[in-house]
Every structure is written in structure tokens, then in C-alpha cells.
């Protein structure tokens, strides 16, 4: 195999001549050529310095791309004479876009042999620990998050958008009709946050939002770094049949209560609802995960439980940091796999100690990352009363809407059956289904 991809030099070299006759066309090409597209590294760093001289507010031309690679401490990339030979030769601002166009053609397939050799070298180097598909998944993922598409205008789309409006449902339904008054469902696209304290039941959310989306017919994965697949397949039988939580943890079941197992199996086997349970697991993994479920087709829910559970890796900064990363990313998942993304997460104790123990959003432990990033966060609340002297929890759970884009910050109250393992509309509810102004 040839392990060279041929280019012109002097293609990107009249493209920054064409800049330098025309320095405005700079904010043009920025759109569709990036640093790394060139083949000729005196060249890439001539565009980079263009670029910061644009930037800063100058006008790009020879003068000031030698006075910025003075300033910046760069003479060793290129000598003084080099942006002067560029802009003497036979370019003018109007082909800046064509030349931009082939090297950035030929940049990508540099690039894209570049990794074809990368991926060939995983093959060869036969990883039995590692999972090899998702290696070479991630560098065409990082090959397509490096290439520049020139903008469009923005009612270029519109046609397309008059298709989906009539075609497709903006959000799909999720077990609850209070929530989905409250705040329509979960969107394709979308990152929404769920938080409780501990034992709040806020995996038992999760869980079942994942167990309806899969039975829609949607694929859905769930991220458990807390509970085993046994586990949690003990928390959908209960979830399904009623049959409470102690006979399957003990394993103590009534002849009724096997046929009710035999029936959730039959049930359960029929959902594209996969688990990923590795303890220890990285952002990495989790990622490589939602990937790999997307290339099967139809992905619609990531359900991550729960973010704190992450482990930092060696490089990290602070603790703070990662998840503020991850609540990104988080985001940045939901669009690219155009897909809901859950991520459920513990709240702070601290909010015990206030008159009010309600929890308000800045209770989220650990990251405003997840606030700023979330397109919904929903608090979970269990109130407390006393029973004989002793404090215990209601059945009541509130769920406390803190942030939408969608609409305006609400409550609503349903029924905790952790007996069961699930959560269930009240039999009367006392709040309107829809409050004025709602959507």
C-alpha cells in the first residue's frame, strides 16, 4: 500500500495569496479549512498566524503576519521572506474559496489514510483486552469532528423542517401523564439531568423511563455503575409483575410468583434494552457504549446512572473539572447521536440542615456543568413524617422541574411504590394536570 496521500503544495499556498489580495476572505475560508489541512507545515503555520492577525482586529497581510510571528515568538516556523513569495504569486480574492475547497478535499483524505493506517495497526496488533471496533470507531469519530462544512443560510432548511414538523412528534411520552404535562416528554437531541438524594429512587426513574422507551420500541441502553445486570433485571420483574422486592432479593417466591417471573421474562426478552454494568467504567467507555448501540439503528434513550459514580482518569485536573467535561459532552452525545440522554446524579446533603429541606438546583453535588448543559433538571423529593416517634418517608415524591427550555419551572406529585420498584401516577392527582401557561 502506498503510504503517502499526493498533494499540490502550491494549491494552499494560492489560497493564502488569494487571502492576501483580499484580506476579508479570511473570515470565508476560516469556515471550511482548519490549521491541520494543510500538508506544508510552513504554510499551516502561516494560516495560523493570518488567523490571529485577524483576530486581534488587523488587517492579514505580510507585514502583519511577520510583526505577529515576532510578537507570538515564532521565526523558527518560517522565515521573514516567506508571506512575501506567497503574495507574489498570481491569486486574487475571488478563488479564495476554490482553493480553500481543494485543500480542504485534500486535506481530509490525508487524513482519512492517516487513520485508515491507525486502524490497520489496531487490527495487527490483535488487543484482546480492549474492544478494537470501538477503537477504530473513535478515530473516525475524531476525524469527523475535525472537518469544516461552510455555513448555510439558515432558511436553506426550512423545507426540511416543515417535513418533520409533519411527519414526526416532537418528543416521545414517558410513563407518567403529570410529567408529560409538565414537560411534554423526553426530545431526540436533548440532555436531562434527574437528581435525588441517596435512596431517593432516583435509579428506579431511570430504570423505568428506560423499560417504557424500549417497550415504545425505541433501542435504549442503560449505564449502571452502581447495581449489577441481575439487579436491576430483579427491579423489572417487580416493576412488571408486583411482586415486591423482598421475595426477589431473598429469593423466596410463591408458585404464583414464578409464573409472574416466567411472564416478565417473556416480556423483557422482547425489549432492545441493553445494559452496560462495568464497574469502573470511564466517560470513554460509556460513550463507546452509546456508539456502539447507535450504529444498530433506532437509538432513542442513554440512561447513565449516575454521573458521580465516573472515575477520574490519570490526566485529570480536578474532580470539579470532569464534571463539568462530562456534563458537556453528555450534551454533545445527545446531538450527535441524535438521541435523549439521562443522566442521574446524587444531591447534596447539605439541603437537610435548611428550614426548608426541599432541594433547589444548586444542590446538584458536585458540577453547575450539569445545569448549564441540561436541556431539563428535575429535583426528586420525598418528604418525611413521623409514625409512632419515628421519622419515615412518604409515599409522596415530588418532581421538581428546576430548569426547561421547553416551558416554565413546575412540580408534581407521584406515588413511591419502592416495594415494587417503580413509580406510578397518583390515583388522584392534586395538582392540574395542566397549570396556565403550560405546554
Not at 480492549?130 to 436553506?156: C, M, T, Y
Not at 423511563?209 to 425505541?218: D, F, N, P, R, T
Not at 421474562?265 to 457504549?289: M, S
Not at 442513554?302 to 485529570?316: A, N, T
Request: glycine share 10%; net charge negative; hydrophobic share 40%.
Amino acid at each position: 500500500m502506498n503510504d503517502s496521500i499526493e498533494y499540490d503544495p502550491q494549491t494552499e499556498a494560492f489560497m493564502l495569496c488569494a487571502v492576501f489580495s483580499e484580506p476579508s476572505r479570511i473570515w470565508e475560508v476560516r469556515q471550511i479549512v482548519r490549521e491541520g489541512d494543510f500538508a506544508v507545515p510552513r504554510a499551516a503555520a502561516l494560516y495560523s498566524l493570518m488567523c490571529e492577525v485577524a483576530d486581534g482586529g488587523g488587517t492579514v497581510s505580510p507585514i502583519t503576519v511577520n510583526d505577529r510571528r515576532i510578537a507570538s515568538g515564532r521565526t523558527h516556523e518560517f522565515d521573514a521572506n516567506y508571506p512575501h513569495e506567497v503574495n507574489g504569486l498570481e491569486a486574487r480574492g475571488y478563488q479564495a474559496m476554490q482553493y480553500a475547497e481543494i485543500v480542504r478535499r485534500h486535506g481530509e483524505r490525508r487524513k482519512l489514510h492517516e487513520a485508515s493506517i491507525a486502524i490497520s495497526s489496531i487490527a495487527a496488533s490483535g488487543d484482546a483486552e480492549g474492544d478494537i471496533v470501538e477503537k477504530a470507531a473513535g478515530i473516525i469519530a475524531n476525524l469527523r469532528d475535525d472537518v469544516l462544512r461552510q455555513s448555510r443560510p439558515i432558511g436553506s432548511v426550512f423545507g426540511e423542517l416543515v417535513e418533520e414538523m409533519r411527519s414526526q412528534t416532537p418528543f416521545t411520552s414517558t410513563p407518567w401523564p403529570s410529567l408529560n404535562a409538565m414537560m411534554g416528554g423526553v426530545r431526540p437531541g436533548a440532555l436531562y439531568t434527574v437528581a435525588a438524594r441517596s435512596g431517593g429512587g432516583k435509579s428506579i426513574f431511570g430504570l423505568q423511563l428506560a423499560m417504557h422507551m424500549a417497550e415504545l420500541g425505541k433501542r435504549v441502553g442503560y449505564v449502571s455503575l452502581e447495581m449489577s445486570e441481575k439487579d436491576l433485571l430483579k427491579r423489572m420483574i417487580s416493576m412488571m409483575q408486583g411482586i415486591h422486592q423482598s421475595a426477589l432479593l431473598h429469593h423466596q417466591l410463591t408458585e404464583q410468583g414464578w409464573a409472574s417471573v416466567r411472564a416478565a421474562e417473556k416480556a423483557i426478552q422482547k425489549l432492545n434494552l441493553e445494559v452496560y454494568d462495568r464497574p469502573g467504567a470511564h466517560w470513554e467507555d460509556i460513550t463507546g457504549f452509546a456508539r456502539a448501540l447507535h450504529r444498530k439503528g433506532d437509538l432513542g434513550l442513554i440512561v447513565i446512572d449516575y454521573l458521580g459514580l465516573i472515575p477520574s482518569g490519570p490526566k485529570s485536573v480536578s474532580r470539579q473539572q470532569d464534571l463539568n467535561d462530562w456534563a458537556n459532552a453528555g450534551k454533545q452525545l445527545a446531538r450527535e447521536l441524535d438521541c435523549s440522554v439521562l443522566i442521574l446524579e446524587q444531591l447534596n446533603r447539605n439541603a437537610t440542615n435548611r428550614p426548608n429541606p426541599r432541594p433547589i438546583i444548586t444542590d446538584l453535588r458536585g458540577s453547575s456543568g450539569l445545569e448549564n448543559a441540561s436541556d431539563g433538571v428535575i429535583l426528586m423529593h420525598r418528604g418525611e413524617k413521623k409514625i409512632g416517634g419515628r421519622v419515615v418517608k412518604t409515599s409522596d415524591v415530588d418532581f421538581i422541574l428546576a430548569k426547561t427550555r421547553q416551558g416554565e419551572e413546575a412540580t408534581r406529585t407521584l406515588r413511591f411504590e419502592g416495594q415494587y420498584a417503580r413509580i406510578v401516577q397518583k390515583e388522584h392527582e392534586d395538582t392540574a394536570l395542566m397549570e396556565p401557561g403550560e405546554v
